[in-house]
């Protein structure tokens, strides 16, 4: 059974809202020193919220590469 195709769209499009609200949010901003409160870490800068989405990204990439790598057995690419 695949993926329900309309979800799929859904979720796509509620992804690009989601990023495209964060580009105008960032470019709005007079400077990465820009404070917020983030629940569980209280205070936190643009430039933290930034690096964080970074590490993020990079962790998951990560896990989506180990799962491939046992899939097609390739390593180090």
Known sequence: MGADARMVDE???VW???VSFADR???AAPDLEVMG???GE???SLRWVLMHMVEEYA???GHADLLREQID???GL
Do not use: M, S
């Open 11 to 13: 979720a796509w499009e």
């Open 59 to 61: 962790r998951h990439n």
């Open 42 to 44: 209280g205070p936190v």
């Open 25 to 27: 949010f960032v470019d």
């Open 16 to 18: 690009r809202a989601e």
């Open 73 to 75: 057995g390739a390593v």
């Open 37 to 39: 409160n983030e629940p």
